[in-house]
C-alpha cells in the first residue's frame, strides 16, 4: 500500500469513526430526551391529581355547608 492508499484508508476509517461516535450521540440525545418526556407527563399526572383533590376538596366543602 503506497502513502496515498495509506493516507485514503486512514481518512476513511476516521470518517467512519466520527460518523458512529456521532450515531452514539445522537442516540444518547434520544433517549434523554425520550426520558425527560416522560418525567414531564409524570409530573403533569401527578399535578393533574392534586388539582382534581383540591377541587374535590373544595366541592365537598361547599356542598357540605
Do not use: P
Not at 496515498?4 to 442516540?27: C, D, I, V
Not at 434520544?30 to 399526572?45: C, I, M, R, V, Y
Amino acid at each position: 500500500m503506497n502513502n496515498t492508499e495509506s493516507a485514503s484508508f486512514r481518512a476513511g476509517e476516521a470518517k467512519g469513526q466520527t460518523q458512529e461516535k456521532g450515531n452514539q450521540l445522537l442516540s444518547k440525545a434520544g433517549d434523554a430526551a425520550q426520558s425527560a418526556k416522560e418525567g414531564l407527563q409524570e409530573a403533569g399526572s401527578q399535578a393533574k391529581a392534586k388539582a382534581q383533590g383540591a377541587a374535590d376538596a373544595v366541592r365537598d366543602a361547599v356542598n357540605s355547608k
